[in-house]
């Protein structure tokens, strides 16, 4: 398995060279904080065998969340969060892109566009929500911001998995939306759509920010059913807390080129890109996110503060959420070379005295090369 840390120590300098005018502070500490990521160079932690006392020290990960080492815990803790609000309703998942005119625009003003398009894709599914017969009230979502597509390039859209059920604050009254046939659908494509496209253009000239030249008329949203949410959030939260690509997915670097694979969208088939060493950097690196912005938020009844409406719902409603089932690989335990035991972390954070510019292994385990 080749290493991203491998493959940032190859091509960093040339990297620098090509995007150097592109780059923000978050871009060098996530660039930093992945090339060091367990390595000699990260700070150490020492661990002790249960068995015979063997103490050795092992390098920390570096915890940043865009690293594809990194975080997966957090992501199983998300959605054990949100499937403790699920409620007795049919659930969609609701794609709102920003279309491409749009994307040098949310490029360099990332933190305004990215809050518009979460902001604005909120405020469609609950006027829609307020306005519909069955519904009459105010809906709960939980939003995730992406900015990748599977060939990582770049392609801003948030995604919504909402419960066709709404709660009128008003006459205290809980009401569900059936639909009246197989196929049937939450709200219109087309119309969320046009009623979306208006809320961004008003937003981002109101935020003093330029519309592009030429932009669409027809901007796309999608809604599907998701049956009881449970499949779309766990969709959503593998790529939530790690970066935009799986080391195991990088098939070779070699040439000043790196080789990655992806699953096509339509074709559902395995495809092969390669770019050069930098193209791929930047690949990568163009997804990371300001500084404290937070990707995925939760609206409506659906937000952190309304726990106990939740709570008091599953118990009127008779209704007990399904449990998250563990999608994560629980980490594998630090065994003994000396004895096999299993080995207990004693001490944390040792500061490393390993210069970082040394060599980063090419490949995780074995005698292979180095870089």
């Known amino acids: 398995m080749i290493r991203l840390g491998a493959i940032i120590d190859t091509f960093e300098a040339d990297f620098l060279a090509q995007y150097r005018d592109r780059l923000t502070s978050e871009h060098y500490r996530a660039l930093a904080a992945m090339k060091q990521c367990r390595t000699q160079a990260s700070p150490m932690m020492q661990v002790q065998c249960t068995g015979c006392a063997h103490q050795k020290r092992v390098p920390h990960s570096c915890g940043h969340r865009h690293c594809p080492h990194c975080q997966h815990h957090e992501s199983q803790q998300w959605l054990e969060r949100q499937m ?25 003003h990332q933190r305004v566009v990215y809050a518009l398009l979460l902001r604005c894709a909120w405020e469609t599914v609950r ?24 060939r990582l390039d770049y392609h801003p859209h948030v995604h919504l998995v909402m419960p066709a059920a709404a709660l009128d604050g008003q006459r205290k009254l809980w009401r569900t939306k059936r639909r009246k046939a197989k196929g ?12 979306f496209r ?17 932009h669409p008329h027809k901007w796309v949203v999608d ?25 195991k997915d990088i098939l070779a670097c070699d040439n000043g080129q790196v080789s990655f694979r992806y699953r096509n969208a339509k ?7 390669t770019v050069s ?30 726990k106990r409406l939740i709570a008091l719902l599953h118990v009127l409603l008779t209704f007990a959420p399904a449990r998250a ?17 299993v080995m207990v972390i004693v001490r944390t954070r040792i500061r490393s005295v390993v210069c970082a510019s040394e060599p980063v292994p090419l490949v995780h385990s074995g005698s292979a090369l180095t870089l």
């Not at 049937?184 to 009623?195: D, M, R, T, W």
């Open 84 to 108: 403790q609000k699920q409620v007795p309703a049919e659930y969609f998942l609701l794609t709102f892109t920003l279309p491409a005119e749009f994307r040098a625009l949310a490029g360099v």
């Open 127 to 150: 006027s829609f929500s307020q306005n519909d017969k069955q519904l009459q009230g105010t809906p709960g979502a939980i939003a995730v911001l992406h900015t990748n597509t599977r």
């Open 184 to 195: 049937g659908y939450l709200f219109s494509h087309k119309a969320l759509a046009k009623v």
């Open 198 to 214: 208006a809320k961004m253009l008003w937003s981002i000239e109101a935020a003093g920010l330029t519309l592009p030249r030429r």
């Open 223 to 247: 809604c599907k059913s998701v049956g009881n949410g449970e499949k779309a959030l766990v969709y959503l939260g593998r790529y939530l807390y790690r970066g935009v690509i799986a080391e």
């Open 267 to 273: 074709t559902r088939q395995m495809e092969r890109r």
């Open 277 to 306: 060493g930098a193209q791929f950097l930047w690949l990568v690196l163009q997804h990371v996110l300001p500084k404290g912005f937070r990707r995925a938020r939760n609206f409506g009844f659906l937000h952190p503060n309304c």
């Open 325 to 341: 089932l563990p999608w994560v690989k629980e980490r594998a335990p630090i065994v003994c070379s000396c004895c096999g035991a």
